[in-house]
């Protein structure tokens, strides 16, 4: 039971890496002609941080997430090579 946990983390940790890798490829994508398809995407998160004031404390929330099609074919690559292993 505690390696079919411990798949599930090295799943997300494809997932995670293969959102990232393919978000950073599809901004550099954005400036070459033919690849701007790639960059297409949307952003929803918090639009302005929350605040949270406790006179002694001051803590700032905010999360922007930004996906793109490249973001979505990195997750997906990430995916097959994690069933390949």
Do not use: C, H, Q
């Not at 293969?18 to 701007?36: K, N, P, T």
């Not at 398809?37 to 404390?57: A, K, M, T």
Request: hydrophobic share 60%; glycine share 8%; charged share 15%.
């Amino acid at each position: 039971m505690a390696t079919r946990e411990k798949n599930i983390w090295i799943l997300l940790i494809f997932i995670l890496s293969g959102l990232v890798i393919g978000g950073l490829l599809g901004e550099l994508a954005s400036r070459v002609d033919f690849l701007w398809w790639l960059s297409y995407g949307e952003s929803f998160g918090l639009s302005s941080p929350v605040e949270l004031d406790l006179n002694i404390l001051n803590i700032t929330f905010a999360l922007m997430f930004k996906i793109n099609i490249a973001s979505i074919i990195g997750m997906a690559i990430a995916i097959f090579i994690y069933r390949k292993i």
